[in-house]
């Protein structure tokens, strides 16, 4: 039980010695030598002609072209995405209304029935395209605003070029234009 305890205490002093930090080095120790010397690159100075950026910008300056004034820039960037659904919609609503007033026109009548007395594709999309012609063109004389006018014109483009068949083969003398 003596021997055991005596081993105890014998590890305990031999960790408390060997935790112990290492001496520090004497103050006469010499020092190590230094890394040899660079060689000396003989690189010309290049002088520089342009003046640094300012940190300040001048604002005395006036703005340059094709630049948009803070007015301009702060009106596109207030037109949200729900603003332009709203518009959209308004436009939708006013082109139902135009579609209804025109739809009745004795000569946009007679366009859709001539539709329906072609004999042949080509005849039938020619005269599909002059229906839609004459009737967008109608809505268009009866609209009110520029914005109107623009979306009756992108409508009536977008279902002109729904008309086209670009996979079928055009014949050698056309028979319409």
């Known amino acids: 039980m ?10 305990a002093t031999l960790r408390v010695t060997l935790a112990q930090e290492p001496p520090l080095p004497s103050a006469t120790a010499t020092p ?3 890394p040899p010397a660079r060689p000396e690159l003989n690189i010309p100075d290049i002088p520089v002609t342009v003046e640094p950026t300012p940190l300040v910008p001048n604002t005395a300056a006036p703005p340059k072209k094709n630049v948009p004034s803070i007015t ?15 518009e959209e919609q308004r436009l939708q ?13 004795p000569d946009v009548v007679a366009a859709k029935k001539a539709i329906k007395t072609a004999k042949t594709e080509l005849e039938k999309r020619n005269q599909m395209r002059a229906y839609y012609k004459l009737y967008y063109g109608r809505m ?24 086209a068949q670009p996979r079928v083969r055009p014949s050698a003398t056309p028979e319409h234009e």
């Open 32 to 34: 190590e030598p230094s």
């Open 140 to 163: 268009q004389a009866l609209a009110a605003t520029p914005e109107m006018k623009a979306f009756l014109e992108r409508k009536k483009t977008e279902i002109i070029n729904g008309l």
């Open 2 to 11: 003596k021997l055991a305890i005596l081993f105890v205490i014998g590890v």
């Open 93 to 105: 609503v006013e082109w139902r209304k135009l579609k209804n007033r025109c739809a009745g026109d």
């Open 72 to 86: 301009e820039l702060d009106a596109a960037f207030q037109q949200a995405p729900v603003i332009r659904a709203v």
